[in-house]
């Protein structure tokens, strides 16, 4: 049973980035953050750092889940639709594939299945995409509840959740996130079927980001080209770019329906990176998260 339900959240992921085959909107093109100075290709670290930020924010799975566990019998799956704001038109418009800049509201759909291995211990996997874009993440997490069961009590569960992902979909860039955060929760039941859980947590982010070789001329050869001007440059990893994510949500369970809100507002970010001694900043701005997710839990 689990299984078949599992296939059709897939099936309607599928279905619904199915028209995303083609280059969108939000797809990147990073040589266009690249420019010749004195003869040598270079390119803007505080812009890739900037984009790289806000693209990790969008990409990194979300929780979508309260602090309790599901308990060494039980099985979850979801599908998550997020509206994510992003800040820097600007640097976007640069570092993407049409020079006007995508919108500033970028739609993602979350794919989750969640197991518990042992009371407090749970697992879980899924993909992230990136809708107008043939961009995805695949990652997992693992939640420990430090505390949970009094339900009956005002007192609330608490739990430790680590996550991971890996981004794919993206020639121009080489991105990892990894996250650590803690979350607060309680059940409120209502009724004899249905359950309300209010839950609000905090994750620290990390973003390592840098690219392979890029080009900004594909087209010439700069060993053919007379005015032996070089147009090939790099983005190194400056070091992991951090932002702070805390959130708020609820979680209502009727029968084995699971419907939950999510919001998360993720300040701007100021980690700085060193590249050969050239700082690179992340200018990246305010970002906003808002998740509804549709599931089944077992």
Known sequence: MPRRFLFSFALLAVGLSSSEVRAGEYDLNLTRLGNVNTGVAQGDNTAFRSLASELGVVMAPKPVDTADSLGLSGFAVAADFSANTISGQEVWAAGTVDASGPRNVAPTVQIMGRKGLWPGLEIGAGATHLISSRMWTFGGYAKLALHEGFHHMPIPSIALRGQFARLVGAPDMNMTTASAGISLSHVFGIGKTVNLTPYAGYQALFIIARTG????????DEFLDPTGVS?????????????????????????????????????????????????????????QQYTLSLGLDF
């Open 213 to 220: 070789v890029l080009d900004f001329t594909p087209g010439t």
């Open 231 to 287: 147009s090939e440059f790099v983005f190194r990893d400056a070091g992991a770019i951090i932002r702070h994510r805390p959130y708020l949500g609820a979680r209502l369970i009727f029968s084995v329906l699971r419907v939950t809100f999510e919001a998360m507002i993720v300040p701007p970010g100021s980690s700085t990176g060193d590249i050969e001694g050239v700082t690179a900043e992340d200018n990246s701005g305010l970002q």
